[in-house]
T-cell receptor, first 110, second 111 residues
């Protein structure tokens, strides 16, 4: 059973059309939730870390939020350069490695 | 500051051949990881290390080996390459409870 589930698998938006990506996790004891951006042919690039329910982080057109069982990555007025795969990862208790979701492929059309 | 460096970037192997994927980091991180990424499947953990001399299996360790003789280096060894090992491999490093930094990946094809 997947511990980290991202939805949708793919999302196509018009430039300026705001939307949200979802990351849900099924195991208790969350120590941190991480959002990454990955461009084709490159390694994941860190965006945000969230540690507790109610926490929010923002960077340019992106805003990440966290509840007790899911996180959202809100994209406001996206531009074509926001097109990428967005990955969510969680760390559970102790020094356990990050567990990644399968990602959401975002395409923003001009 | 180079971060995490992986070599080679691309490699084609024949079935049964062996190779080592190199990974080095210059951030003095204790934790290092090897992931593989297949299309549409996200990142799956192969092996990880919590410090020099300590390694442990991840979700998909079969067909791979690792060593961690120094803090900086964490090579991944493929002993008998199989087509199922065709993938993109990422090395990452971090400190506890912080974000992971990734290398640019090694694209491996086994034919």
């Amino acid at each position: 059973e997947d511990q980290v589930t991202q939805s949708p698998e793919a999302l196509r938006l018009q430039e300026g059309e705001s939307s949200s990506l979802n990351c849900s996790y099924t195991v208790s004891g969350l120590r941190g939730l991480f959002w990454y951006r990955q461009d084709p042919g490159k390694g994941p690039e860190f965006l945000f870390t969230l540690y507790s329910a109610g926490e929010e982080k923002e960077k340019e057109r992106l805003k990440a939020t966290l509840t007790k069982k899911e996180s959202f990555l809100h994209i406001t007025a996206p531009k074509p350069e926001d097109s990428a795969t967005y990955l969510c990862a969680v760390q559970y208790s102790g020094n356990t490695p990050l567990v990644f979701g399968k990602g959401t492929r975002l395409s923003v059309i001009a | 500051n180079a971060g995490v460096t992986q070599t080679p970037k691309f490699r084609i192997l024949k079935i049964g051949q062996s190779m080592t994927l190199q990974c080095t980091q210059d951030m003095n991180h204790n934790y290092m990881y090897w992931y593989r990424q297949d299309p549409g499947m996200g990142l799956k953990l192969i092996y990880y290390s919590v410090g020099a001399g300590i390694t442990d299996k991840g979700e998909v360790p079969n067909g791979y080996n690792v060593s961690r003789s120094t803090t900086e280096d964490f090579p991944l060894r493929l002993e008998l390459a199989a087509p199922s090992q065709t993938s993109v491999y990422f090395c990452a490093s971090r400190e506890l409870n912080t974000e992971a930094f990734f290398g640019q990946g090694t694209r491996l094809t086994v034919v």
